[in-house]
Every structure is written in C-alpha cells, then in structure tokens.
C-alpha cells in the first residue's frame, strides 16, 4: 500500500486485550531523569532545552524523509502477504530518526517548565501570581497542542499525504525554535549546580555513617556546615535554611571533630560531611514523596480512558447520520475540550470575579485542587462503571458485537477525566516545581513526567494481576480477548474506584501535610536577608556528641 493511501475506516474487529506490561513506561522515566541530570549539573536548562529541540528537529526531519523519499523505505506491497523487508540501513535510519526525537523528548519536557518558572520574580506578589497562571496557561497550551496533531494533523496524514502528515510538526519544530532563539537576550538564565543526584548519594552515605550520632533536643548542641555564600554565588543560589523535618538526615552536615574540615573551612571528604544545602535539596525531595505517590493514584484513573474508554467505544453505536461514524479515537479529544475549557474559565471568569469580590487576589489551594482531582478520578470511575454495564446488557439482549446505545453516553466519563486532569495534573506538576529548589526544578519537571508514565505502567501491572486471579480455575477473566461483552469491565473500573478512595484517604490525612501554602514555597525560602548571608567569617567548630564510634 502506498503511503498516504491508509482509509480512515476503523477496524470493527478490535484486538485482544493483553494483560502486559508497558515497557515504554521504564524507558519514559529514565529519559526524563537523564535529562534532568544533563540540565542541572551540565548544561543548564537553556542549553538542553536548545539541544533537544534541535535533536526532536532533526529527528522529526528524518522521519519526513522515509515517507517522502521512496529508497528509505521498502518497497510496495504486493497485496496483503507479499511485502518485502526492509533492508539493514532502511532501519538504522528511521531507528536513527526515532532516537533523535527520544532524546529530544528527553530534554525538552523536564526543562521547558523549570526554564519557563524561573522567568518570574516570585519574590514579589506580582510574579507568585503570575507563575500560578503559568503552570495553567503552559497545560492548556501543552492540550492545544494535542488537539491539533490528534484531529488535524492525523487526517491529513491518514486521508491527505505522510509526507505532508509529517511536515507539518516538523515546521512547527523550526518555528518554535525560531521563536525561541529571538528570547535569548531577554531570559534569565540559571547557571547548573553539578549533579543533584550525587549530592543525594553524599547526603545518604554521610548520614548513614553518622547513624550513631546524637545531639541534644533540637540539635542545640551541634554545629552544622553551613558554609556562607558570596556575593556572587548569591545571585544563583536559593539558600535554604535548616527545617527539623527528616531529622535523620541531619546527621550527615554534623561536624563531629575539627579535623573533618581542612584548612580553608572546606570538607576533606564530601562522602562524610554534607553541608546543610544539599541536606536540605534532599529533604525537599523526600518531602515530594508522599504526594508524588498519591498523584500516582489519581492518574492511574486517567488512563483507563485512552485504552478501555476507546474499546467500550468501538463496541457502541458511533454512528452519525447515515454516512459517518465517529472514530473511537477521537473520544480522547473530549477530555482534552474539557481541560482547556476549564482552565480558560478558572483563569478568565472565575479568578477575576473572585476578585472583584473578595477585593484581593483568590485561588484554589494546590491541596484543593489534589483533593478535587481525586474525587473527579473515583466519579470518572463509577460513571464508566455504570455505562459500561448499561452498554453490555443491552449488547446482550440484541445478541450483537456492539451496543445499540450511542457512543455520547461515554461523553461524561471522558469529559470527568480531563477534570481529573485539570485539578490534579496541572496542581501535581505546579506542586513539583514551587516545592524544590531552583537548583532542582529540572528533576522536579523529570519529576511530573516520571509520574505519567510509572502511572501507565502500574494500570498495566493492575490488569495483569486481574486478568490472573479473575481467570483461575477456567473461569472467563474480567479483563481479555476480542469482545468486551465476554467479561466484566465495569468490575474493573469499580476497583480502580476503590483505590481511588483509599487514595483521597491517605491524601487528605497523610499526603497533604506535606503541601506547603503558596506562603511557604521554598523558592522563595531564604535563610536571612541578603546581607546576613553574605560573608566569609570561620565557622565555629563546635562538635557533636557521638555514641561509641563513628563508622
């Protein structure tokens, strides 16, 4: 078949559901966190942001040309079984073309929040209230996006032409670096830090050395290295101050004896002594976790839609009119409609006239939104829970493939969804950038990325341990095969429910404690007022007290 020649026609017969496990999922986080690693201790996240749009560039580039130019790819099929291979050189190239844009993705996504946050002033009210609208306007333009290249863009490459299919994105990609390039004079740039992941494994290995370490109540009699910054370093330097939280590892920046720092006040061995700086960048980390897991929660609900949300669709009636029928594929463009619709009326309608009222500046809190997110995920659950035993029932009693009922009956589990994605997405990944450091915003933007994908992976490993213990003992599995109208998918959704409900347990009175008000945001944190940190006094070499000895 010649490229360019695919019917839009969708296949009645849908496959079989496999209960296996995504292994993009895996390759998704480690990307996102090397590109996170290359950005803090390298390159900054200017230069990576460049880099990887020029590699998602020519990658894209590649991709055009095997559609465009006939010697990169194989040559036509001879009907449907005689279909020569494509030779050794015809893969490397598209395998070549598909690393650029992997690599791109990789260092694009993890930095093009942190860089667009550090654009703003948030030492000021203006700027806190305009990085809040940030992390809104960049989702609801990241969703804009998709709705272009998902509707537009795939019919013109389904019933137009590949080649102009695909450059159309890579147009784009020139264009957007274009506009890119123009700002660079007018960016505030943030210089890397070195690696935050080898001041983790410092901080880790010093506080487990340390372990036997003990100080009186509050620590009052210990010394921490706290070394002072200069004038210069303070114009790329959050300094964080010491927090009581995660007390345990403040034993690794305890100075235990005066021959741990060498002359110039500096640490002999970074591995045994921390300063209370990267102490404080791992706490901030660590602080993440607990809702890191509970985002996790809510997005696993996200993603039944774009898998068993499209199959309930194939098997209901799609129809419009007497010749077209509505795509299954395009169901995931309601929850996307639905996102952007929200936020344009949070940021157009409902914050301006909360403001009007309340004659100052309202907005939903970041453990709001978490909360509103979850709840949208368990009602988006137990809405296609209810359709989905409709949809089947009536499938049985006309004794046909799929449901006379319309596929607009998906409409609201589709639209709950992209709320859930509204609140809950948008405030996890606002949480991940305003809670670390600005030394550590590209790991916080790995950070939100990390959690997409470890979502999609654990729907799957969820399915896989349905499908097995629902399937013992020859009984017909809820999950599996061609036909959705042999098993009970409604079951399913149910327990993704119920999880959904543990989840706004643990949330509401475990996870959300470890939100901080936009008061208390740690970048804007800082341990004393400029001048006070500026110094170069010695450090006083008080010492800790130490149980038995130090190992």
Known sequence: MEIGSHSSSVVEDPPPIQPTLRKAGG???????????????????????????IASFLGMGAVTLTAGLRPLRPPTCHGQTNCPQPQK????????????????????????????????????????????S???????????????????????QTNVSWVIGFAIPTACLAFSIFIFLMGRRTYIYKKPQGSVFADIAKVITAAVCKRRITAGPGYEQCNFYDPLVNEKEAQFITK??????????????????????????????????CSVQQVEQLK?????????????????????????????????????GPHFKIPPGWMSLTSMITLSIWISVYERIYIPQLKKIRKRESRLTMQQRIRTGIVMSILCMLVAGIVEKKRRDSALKQGSFASPLSVAMLLPQFALSGMTEAFAAVALMEFFTRQMPESMRSVAGSSFFLSLAI????????????????????????????????????????????????????????????VFSTSDDISTTRELKLENIISNHPINLSTCESKGEDE
């Not at 986080?29 to 090397?34: D, N, P, Q, R």
């Not at 893969?91 to 654009?119: E, K, M, T, Y």
């Not at 999609?456 to 999950?479: A, F």
Request: hydrophobic share 50%; proline share 2%; net charge positive.
């Open 27 to 53: 390759w998704k986080a480690v990307k996102y966190i090397l590109g996170a690693f290359v950005s803090d201790a390298f390159l900054g996240r200017f230069l990576t942001l460049f880099f990887g749009s």
């Open 89 to 132: 050189w015809q893969l490397g190239f598209l395998f070549a073309a598909l690393g650029l844009l992997s690599i791109g993705s990789g260092s694009v996504r993890p930095c093009n929040i942190a860089f667009g946050a550090d654009q703003f002033d948030i030492t000021t009210e203006k700027g806190k209230q305009q990085l809040e």
């Open 134 to 156: 940030f992390f809104n306007w960049w989702y609801f333009s990241f969703t804009i996006a998709l709705l272009i290249a998902l509707s537009a863009v795939v019919y013109i």
């Open 240 to 273: 964080l101050s010491r927090t009581d939280r995660f007390s345990c590892l403040d034993k690794a920046a305890m100075i235990i004896s005066p021959s741990e720092l060498n002359a110039h006040g500096m640490p002999k061995n970074s591995w045994r002594l």
């Open 284 to 320: 901030c980390l660590v602080g993440t976790l607990p809702v890191w897991f509970s985002g996790i929660g809510c997005l696993i609900a996200m993603d039944q839609q774009n898998t068993f949300g499209v199959l309930q669709a194939i098997q209901m009636n799609r129809s419009i």
């Open 455 to 514: 979502a999609s992976y654990l729907s799957s490993l969820i399915v896989n341990v349905i499908h097995s213990i629902t399937g013992k003992n020859g009984r017909e599995p809820w999950l599996g095969g061609h036909d959705l109208n042999n098993h009970r998918l409604e079951y399913y959704y149910y327990i993704i429910a119920a999880i959904g409900v543990m989840n706004f347990i643990y949330f509401t009175f475990f996870a959300s404690h470890y």
